[in-house]
C-alpha cells in the first residue's frame, strides 16, 4: 500500500510539473506571438520620441522614417502592408516632429543618432529600415555612424548634399529672400534642408549590408544624384519608378510598401 501511495505521489508531482512546463510555455508563447498595435513614446539621446509599433512581438522588426516636416502617419498605409506581411513595424516620428516638441536647431547627425539610440533602448536587433526623402538620409548616416545597425536599407528620394535636389539654387533664393531680395529667416527644419547633409561616395562605400535605392521619375533629387548614391554603395539596388514623383509612389499608395515587401523577402536573412 505504501508503494501505491509513493508511486502515486511520484506520477502526481510529474505531472504537476508538466502542467507548470506548458503554462509556462503558452504565457511565452503567447508573449512572443501576439499581435502588438500601440503608440507611445521613449527618451532617447536627449529627446522624446513618438513612435508606433505594430506586428507581431517575434517577427522581423522593421523601422519607419518619415520626410521632412512629416510623422509616423505619413507612413500609416505602408506600416500596415508591412504589419499583414509579417513583419514588426517601428514607425517613429523624428525628433521635433510629429507629435514631438518642437527642437530650435536641426541636424541630420542628431536624428540618426536618435534611431540608433532607439534600437539599442529597445534591443532592436539588426532591424531592415525604410527612410523617405529625409528619412532616407537618416537611415543613410545610421548605418554609415553604426556599421552592422540596419540588416537592410531601403531609401526613396534621399540626398547626400543639398545640391541633389533639383533646382537647388533657385530653390535656396527663393526660399532665402523675399519679393524684394530681403533676408527671409528660415525656419529651422528648411535651414538644415539647404545646409545638410554632407555624405561622401566614400562614406556610402562603408554600407555593407543589401540596400534599395529609389526615387521616382519626376522626383525632387536630381537623377543623376540618385544614380551617385546607388553606385556608391556596394550591394545596391537602383530602382527608378516610371510616372511618379517625390511622393506619388507612398502617399496614400500602397506601390512602394508592395515595392519594400518583395525587397525584404528576398534580401533580409531567415528568421
Known amino acids: 500500500m505504501y508503494m501505491e501511495n ?3 505521489t511520484r506520477r502526481a508531482a510529474v505531472f504537476t510539473i508538466l502542467i507548470g512546463v506548458f503554462m509556462v510555455c503558452g504565457i511565452l508563447y503567447a508573449r512572443t506571438h501576439r499581435h502588438i498595435d500601440e503608440t507611445t513614446s521613449i527618451h532617447v539621446n536627449g529627446v522624446s520620441l513618438v513612435y ?60 540618426a543618432e536618435d534611431v540608433y539610440a532607439f534600437c539599442r533602448a529597445l534591443h532592436i ?5 525604410f527612410g523617405w526623402s529625409d528619412g532616407g538620409i537618416v537611415a543613410l548616416l545610421a548605418e554609415i555612424r553604426h556599421p552592422g545597425l540596419f540588416s537592410a536599407i531601403a531609401v526613396s528620394g534621399a540626398n547626400i548634399t543639398p545640391e541633389g535636389i533639383t533646382g537647388f539654387e533657385e530653390m535656396r533664393r527663393a526660399m532665402t529672400t523675399d519679393s524684394l531680395g530681403n533676408p527671409v529667416t528660415l525656419a529651422p ?16 562605400g562603408t554600407i555593407a549590408c543589401p540596400a534599395l535605392v529609389v ?57
Not at 536587433?125 to 529600415?129: K, Q
Not at 527644419?189 to 556610402?204: D, G, K, R, V
Not at 546607388?230 to 537602383?238: R, Y
Request: charged share 15%; glycine share 10%.
Open 125 to 129: 536587433g539588426t532591424p531592415a529600415v
Open 52 to 111: 508606433q509599433r505594430m506586428g507581431r512581438a517575434d517577427a522581423q522588426p522593421v523601422i519607419l522614417l518619415h520626410g521632412n516636416g512629416g510623422s509616423h502617419n505619413d507612413l500609416n498605409l505602408m506600416a500596415q502592408q508591412l504589419d499583414s506581411a509579417g513583419y514588426l513595424v517601428y514607425a517613429l516620428d523624428s525628433r521635433g516632429q510629429g507629435a514631438n516638441a518642437p527642437q530650435t536647431e536641426y541636424h541630420y547627425a542628431d536624428m
Open 189 to 204: 527644419l528648411m535651414q538644415m534642408m539647404l545646409t545638410e547633409p554632407h555624405i561622401s561616395p566614400a562614406e556610402l
Open 6 to 8: 509513493s508511486v502515486f
Open 215 to 271: 526615387a521616382g521619375e519626376h522626383d525632387l533629387i536630381a537623377e543623376e544624384h540618385t544614380r551617385l548614391i546607388a553606385g556608391s554603395i556596394p550591394h545596391s539596388t537602383l530602382l527608378l519608378l516610371a510616372g511618379e514623383d517625390h511622393g506619388s509612389h507612398i502617399w496614400h499608395n500602397p506601390k512602394m510598401g508592395n515595392i519594400l515587401i518583395d525587397y525584404f523577402r528576398h534580401n533580409l536573412p531567415e528568421r
